[in-house]
T-cell receptor
Framework: AQSVSQHNHHVILSEAASLELGCNYS??????LFWYVQYPGQHLQLLLK??????LVKGIKGFEAEFIKSKFSFNLRKPSVQWSDTAEYFC?????????????FGQGTTLQVKP | GAGVSQSPSNKVTEKGKDVELRCDPI?????LYWYRQSLGQGLEFLIY????????KSGLPSDRFSAERTGGSVSTLTIQRTQQEDSAVYLC?????????????FGPGTRLLVL
């Protein structure tokens, strides 16, 4: 069965620190990859997505992620975090052709940025 | 434009009662998904609708759960004989089409508490 693993459950950073959140998935075929963010009291929002092409994708608010097929990874990065980045981050995978589009989510990573 | 809307935003019910949760997808989106977000299980896929195709019910946890989508738009998730373990946030998402290209947009969720 497909699964998604986020290695960091709770990350605490100071403002201006660099961020990298790990995401690994288990599926050997074509995948579509997503990072969603949930700010306190708000609903899930799409940060960025990868379907095909350039494996380095850029999203909103200065976030980027790199798809490394050989490592089954899709890590999220931001060079300099802000207090407003405090949120929960979810990596999600959708298996390729012939599927219904359902997302398999990781357990989420809570990011706390200290001002 | 308007996003995905869900109602009610909160629902408290007694064990054994039936509940209905409603989702209004984004206009023009043909794909609709239900997910559940709970402390112990994270974000789990429940069911998927796409146009007039048979729904993918593979994520429904028991036969107490059912969902329908009328007229290709509004969807209702019904939980019969609710149990305490059904307490969770139920999320609805819609997309213009399934991936590739079909990004899912999430609603604010319905927080269900079963006493």
């Amino acid at each position: 069965a497909q699964s998604v693993s986020q290695h960091n459950h709770h990350v605490i950073l100071s403002e201006a620190a660099s961020l990298e959140l790990g995401c690994n998935y288990s599926y050997g075929g074509t995948v579509n990859l997503f990072w969603y963010v949930q700010y306190p009291g708000q609903h899930l929002q799409l940060l960025l997505k990868y379907f095909s092409g350039d494996p380095l994708v850029k999203g909103i608010k200065g976030f980027e992620a790199e798809f490394i097929k050989s490592k089954f990874s899709f890590n999220l990065r931001k060079p300099s975090v802000q207090w407003s980045d405090t949120a929960e981050y979810f990596c999600a995978v959708n298996a390729g052709s012939g599927n219904t589009g359902k997302l398999i989510f990781g357990q989420g990573t809570t990011l706390q940025v200290k001002p | 434009g308007a996003g995905v809307s869900q109602s009610p935003s909160n629902k408290v019910t007694e064990k054994g009662k039936d509940v209905e949760l409603r989702c209004d997808p984004i206009s023009g989106h043909t794909a609709l998904y239900w997910y559940r977000q709970s402390l112990g299980q994270g974000l789990e896929f429940l069911i998927y609708f796409q146009g007039n195709s048979a729904p993918d019910k593979s994520g429904l946890p028991s036969d107490r759960f059912s969902a329908e989508r009328t007229g290709g738009s509004v969807s209702t998730l019904t939980i019969q004989r609710t149990q305490q373990e059904d307490s969770a946030v139920y999320l609805c998402a819609s997309s213009r089409r399934t991936p590739p290209g079909g990004t899912q947009y999430f609603g604010p969720g319905t927080r269900l508490l079963v006493l």
